[in-house]
T-cell receptor
């Protein structure tokens, strides 16, 4: 089955800096890669996603890149703000299910 | 447009009791997924259902766990004879249908087994 690894597990940045979170996956048949933001006590919120036929996608301060050959994808957040502080999860879709990474606790210090 | 709804938000059960978790998908969504999240871990897939059909239950324990998504009403995840190891957050997600990959999550049910 699919295996997704996510790094780093914790990330602390200063407000205004950029943050990068990286994930690798194992199943070459995976074709969809979403990123979720989870705040304490809440459900995961879909923030951006990318399909396997696209190399990069951007939505305001958030971007995702995908390298199918290397089987890795990354989340980039620019101009971070304190409200970006949360746990971020990457996932890969194989078949109908999503396989999640273990999460990255992002802290943005004012 | 209401999002995915789950209830109860918090559920406390004693060992050996039954837990019933409910999920109402977003309006117009016919696919439901259940995931379990242990403390400080990622989400683990349990089961994928469409109306009146279980499509993939390969992530669900063979014993004590069952799921349904009837023609009318919410999807139900049922855990019989709960044990302490069942304590976790259970999340439901929904998607519109085949060919649409996005899954939208509900707020979760936090199950505590005492």
């Amino acid at each position: 089955g699919e295996n997704v690894e996510q790094h780093p597990s914790t990330l602390s940045v200063q407000e205004g800096d950029s943050a990068v979170i990286k994930c690798t996956y194992s199943d070459s048949a995976s074709n969809y890669f979403p990123w979720y933001k989870q705040e304490l006590g809440k459900g995961p919120q879909l923030i951006i996603d990318i399909r396997s036929n696209v190399g990069e996608k951007k939505d305001q301060r958030i971007a995702v890149t995908l390298n199918k050959t290397a089987k890795h994808f990354s989340l980039h957040i620019t101009e971070t703000q304190p409200e970006d502080s949360a746990v971020y999860f990457c996932a890969a879709r194989s078949g109908s299910r999503l396989t999640f990474g273990e999460g990255t606790q992002l802290t943005v210090n004012p | 447009n209401a999002g995915v709804m789950q209830n109860p938000r918090h559920l406390v059960r004693r060992r050996g009791q039954e837990a019933r978790l409910r999920c109402s998908p977003m309006k117009g969504h016919s696919h439901v997924y259940w995931y379990r999240q242990l403390p400080e871990e990622g989400l683990k897939f349990m089961v994928y259902l469409q109306k009146e059909n279980i499509i993939d239950e390969s992530g669900m324990p063979k014993e004590r766990f069952s799921a349904e998504f009837p023609k009318e009403g919410p999807s139900i995840l049922r855990i019989q004879q709960v044990v302490r190891g069942d304590s976790a957050a259970y999340f439901c997600a929904s998607s519109p249908g085949t060919g649409v990959y996005e899954q939208y999550f509900g707020p979760g049910t936090r199950l505590t087994v005492t």
